[in-house]
């Protein structure tokens, strides 16, 4: 029997279809849902689904209104209203995570429900269908961010937990509503509320109950990030990694028959995920977003059928009885009779005396959406010379008071695209300061305020105003699990294909972008003598799933 509740009020006006996030079906449209679906009627405060639940179905509302709400019960925050003609429903439905947020019916009517299963047949053979809902889900999930609709965190700026925390948030791209100790009355009345003491925190507030200072797994967990239940037995292939190669490895694994297990340490996109535009990838000739780049391919991973997993580190390797077996950091462990590292590289940070302090307060690795919010109207730093860099600095020059680009060579041509740089060149609320590094930071209680900048040329300094400090500097490969298992260079990256020198243990020479171990290939920035494009990660990523399959019809 459907849930009953008290209508909400009907005070509040359908949401304008802003940038695609509320489309109405046409009539041919509903048509092909009707065939898929059920035709039911609904009375008001009728919930059709709710925050937390395990599985609900997609709804196309014929006649009446549905409200979106957070916090349904208590809070009873209004998201959007939905009349006829329009869909319910966020990104989640398509992950299989369980909802953020409520649907009641406002005004009694009809809608059409579909199970997911079905929705998954109908938009595969209707590709119209397919970039509508798409489209629009993934916009909605940018609404989300940008109201702080969903989860709620509370903690302390200055606490490290409740940086990591949020961190694994943005970077996941999930919805949430910072409460902050220090500044938040809400914050204080909600612990008194819970019977929560202040070093209990940071405490997260979910349908799903709340967590009390939960490791980034237990708070993936709680929000149905990754793949239900135990992996089999023994994969064919298992990627380490999720950015743009391990994701493409993904797809192709899986679609191509393999059963497939992608893990990743933080979060899927890996650094591409960060770039506020990737203007000259292959398809996208107004650019796209890294994290929009990331959020498909591992849709369209998942609907392969591969298995992804969030977080999860590789600890160890070992090699037993024809396979390999990785241990993770939580002590479990997964088998595959092939590996693909797709582990890419974790980001430098500048040497300079008490960094590490203000990495709380200022400090960012990322230039996204989330916080580009952050540092709106503020003056912002990014030191770096590199795309990503340029990227970040050409999408936080829309937002921030001044821009200021710090790069430590004479100019930009040495590592950054020509596009990116004229287009640099023609921003003039960007500022570029070649043959500079930072020396110094300046703040008080952990907030950064300024900075201070040396000519590496005549030794000059000047101290420049900075709220938000953005560093691109370069990153070190995360191959330590692998030492003494496959050959490297001095600086840990994977050696590939005719860079091994010797053969393999076998007496094989290995294929390319395949290691000194065979059965165990390297893409992306993890190996030696890596492009560092997104375009050549994904390109490696499908190519070698074609490598795996030669070598385990070899084995």
Same mark, same amino acid.
């Given at each position: 029997?459907a849930e009953r509740a008290k209508p909400l009020g009907t005070g509040v006006p359908e949401p304008e279809n802003v940038g695609g996030a ?106 119209? +269908?397919?970039? +509508? ?29 409740? *940086? ?135 849709? *369209? ?15 160890? +390797? ?42 709380m307060g200022g400090v960012f690795f990322a230039a996204t959406q989330a916080e580009g919010q952050l540092c709106a109207g503020d003056p ?114 994977? +050696? ?30 993890v190996h030696a003598g890596s492009v560092k494009r997104v375009a050549s990660a994904v390109g490696e990523g499908s190519m070698a799933v ?10």
């Amino acid at each position: 029997m459907a849930e009953r509740a008290k209508p909400l009020g009907t005070g509040v006006p359908e949401p304008e279809n802003v940038g695609g996030a509320f489309p109405r079906l046409t009539d041919a449209q509903l048509a092909k849902v009707r065939a898929a679906g059920t035709v039911r009627a609904v009375a008001a405060g009728e919930v059709l689904f709710r925050e937390g639940d395990l599985d609900y179905d997609f709804f196309v509302v014929e006649a009446g209104s549905v409200t979106i709400v957070q916090g349904y019960g208590a809070e009873n925050r209004v998201i959007a209203v939905h009349g006829s003609g329009r869909f319910l429903g966020e990104l989640n439905l398509l992950t299989g995570a369980p909802p953020l947020l409520s649907a009641i019916v406002r005004e009694p009517g009809s809608v059409i429900q579909v199970p997911v299963a079905e929705l998954t047949r109908l938009v595969a053979a209707n590709e119209d +269908l397919s970039n +509508l809902i798409l489209r629009a889900l993934l916009a909605r999930r940018a609404i989300m961010i940008d109201r702080g609709a969903g989860i709620r965190v509370i903690g302390s700026r200055f606490s490290r937990d409740a *940086q990591r925390l949020r961190e694994f948030l943005r970077r996941n791209r999930m919805p949430y509503q910072w409460l902050d100790l220090e500044q938040d009355e809400e914050a204080a009345a909600l612990l008194d509320a819970l019977s929560i003491a202040p070093d209990e925190t940071p405490v997260v507030l979910a349908a799903g109950g709340v967590l009390r200072d939960p490791t980034n797994a237990e708070l993936a967990g709680m929000l149905g990030l990754s793949a239900r239940g135990a992996p089999p037995a023994l994969c064919d292939l298992i990627i380490v990694g999720g950015g743009p190669a391990g994701l493409a490895a993904a797809v192709y694994g899986a679609s191509e028959g393999l059963d497939t297990q992608l893990i990743e340490k933080l979060a899927f996109g890996g650094q591409a995920s960060t770039s506020a535009r990737i203007e000259n990838y292959l398809g996208f000739p107004t650019g796209i977003s890294g994290s929009e780049l990331a959020e498909r391919a591992t849709l *369209q991973a998942r609907r392969f059928g591969a298995r992804l997993v969030v977080p999860a580190q590789a600890r160890t +390797l070992a090699y037993e009885d024809g396979h390999f077996a990785i241990e993770f950091a939580d002590a479990t462990t997964v088998r595959g009779r092939s590996i693909i590292v797709a582990t890419g590289a974790s980001y430098r940070r500048l040497d300079i005396p008490g960094f590490e302090r203000f990495e709380m307060g200022g400090v960012f690795f990322a230039a996204t959406q989330a916080e580009g919010q952050l540092c709106a109207g503020d003056p912002v730093v990014v030191v770096g010379g590199g795309n990503s860099a340029g990227q970040a600095a050409m999408f936080l020059s829309q937002r921030s008071a001044s821009t200021t680009l710090v790069v430590r060579g004479p100019d930009l041509g040495k590592s950054m695209s020509r596009y990116l740089i004229n287009e640099i060149e023609d921003r003039e609320q960007i500022d570029v300061l070649p043959n500079a590094e930072v020396i110094e930071l300046k703040g008080t209680d952990e907030r950064l305020e300024s900075l201070v900048v040396r000519d590496t040329l005549d030794g000059a300094q000047r101290e420049i105003d900075c709220k938000a400090l953005f560093v691109f500097i370069g990153a070190e490969p995360h191959t330590d699990w692998l030492r003494g298992h496959v050959a490297m260079d001095e600086h840990g990256f994977l +050696l590939t294909g005719r860079d091994v020198q010797a053969e393999s243990l076998s007496g094989e020479r290995p294929l390319f972008l395949e290691t000194s171990q065979l059965g165990i290939f390297a893409v992306g920035d993890v190996h030696a003598g890596s492009v560092k494009r997104v375009a050549s990660a994904v390109g490696e990523g499908s190519m070698a799933v074609q490598l795996v399959h030669q070598r385990l019809a070899a084995l």
